[in-house]
């Protein structure tokens, strides 16, 4: 598994641990946000005897290939990125070298060991200027917002060609605004739990009118442990390669999200309203159909359950 201290990263080597997996994780622990962080969420995937953590750069081409070399896979799960759209405006080119040059590292490593299966993160961002909801896996997907838009379509376009060509198959994950203990700092319920906590204002775009997918974690790594384990569709025919919206299925205003932070956290927001940012999309909401025909389940956890969990894990994690 690549990413193996990011947020989802984390929580889907323990969900496969937990399903019986040897793991081997790795991850470059780059300083996008704090480090202190991913080496935490590391220390609760050290004590399994079946993790087994490599830090390494996926953009590293001889690395990665030693790497592929040196071990026999069953699968890849492909985490590693740079992640963040407002980020994608400051530093282009390292979403250039993780997220294409990453990847190809990783297709190539799949194509020389003779990878059964390829699982990949792929994101709600690739819908783009898609104004049609729910957002469906066969909707367009070429008006991309954001280079990191733009890089997590590429990537699903060099698995298609790779499947085709070498036979790899390919599975992406949309994944849509995923939310839980151990989030992404950068994310809005970090975001905002900290500056609630700390008495400072908090900015909303689009003058609040954003509508978002927020999926909370274990429902996610619970279809990503499934989908690893499932190379092939259901229903056959030789499809190689696929692609898998990960989402509740929900529309909810940010706004309403932010009001359910409050409540746990008994503090209310100082909102800042802001104009819209650039690269960004005013809703994201997912169809499920899809992934529940392959694998008979979908994100299911409500928002203020989710929610709750989270807090709780942010006061505990920060000592408050």
């Known amino acids: 598994m690549t990413g193996a201290a990011g947020f989802i990263g984390m929580h889907s080597c323990k969900r496969l641990l937990e399903r019986g997996h040897e ?3 790795v991850d470059n622990l780059n300083a996008y946000y704090d480090p202190a962080l991913k080496r935490a969420r590391l220390e609760q995937l050290r004590p399994q005897p079946k993790f087994v953590f490599q830090k390494l750069d996926i953009a590293d081409e001889k ?14 799960l492909h985490l590693a990125a740079q992640v963040g759209v407002r980020y994608s405006l400051e530093n282009p ?6 997220n294409v040059a990453g990847f190809l590292n990783v297709l190539e490593g799949c194509r020389k060991a003779g990878i059964a299966h390829l699982c990949y993160a792929s994101s709600s961002s690739v819908y783009g200027a898609n104004t049609q ?7 367009r997907v070429d008006s991309p917002v954001s280079l990191y838009a ?9 698995a298609e060609s790779y499947g085709r060509l070498y036979g ?28 609630m906590l700390e008495g400072k204002p908090i900015r909303v775009f689009n003058g609040g009118d954003m509508g978002r997918d927020f999926t ?10 499934q989908l690893v384990e499932r190379p092939h569709p259901a229903a056959g025919g030789g499809e190689k390669t696929r692609l898998f919206n990960i989402g509740l299925g929900a529309l909810m205003n940010l706004m309403d999200f932010l009001r359910a932070i409050e409540r746990e956290l008994g503090v209310k927001a100082q909102i800042e309203l802001a104009p ?12 499920t159909d899809k992934l529940r025909a392959e694998i008979g389940y979908a994100p299911a956890t409500p928002v203020a359950a989710g929610v709750a969990r989270f807090i709780a894990w942010y006061k505990a994690y920060w000592k408050l």
């Open 216 to 225: 909370y974690i274990d429902d996610v790594v619970e279809a990503v442990a």
């Open 63 to 76: 690395e990665m290939s030693g790497l592929f070399s040196a071990s026999p896979f069953d699968a890849v």
């Open 150 to 158: 733009a890089t997590k379509r590429a990537n699903e376009l060099m």
């Open 276 to 287: 819209m940012q650039p690269g960004d999309v005013q809703a994201t909401c997912a169809s």
């Open 93 to 98: 080119m390292a979403y250039v070298t993780s």
């Open 23 to 25: 793991v081997l994780g």
């Open 133 to 139: 909801l729910p957002f469906r896996e066969e909707h």
């Open 168 to 195: 790899i198959p390919c599975t992406g994950l949309r994944f849509f605004t995923v939310y839980g203990p151990w989030g992404r700092p950068d994310m809005a319920p970090f975001l905002f739990a900290r500056a």
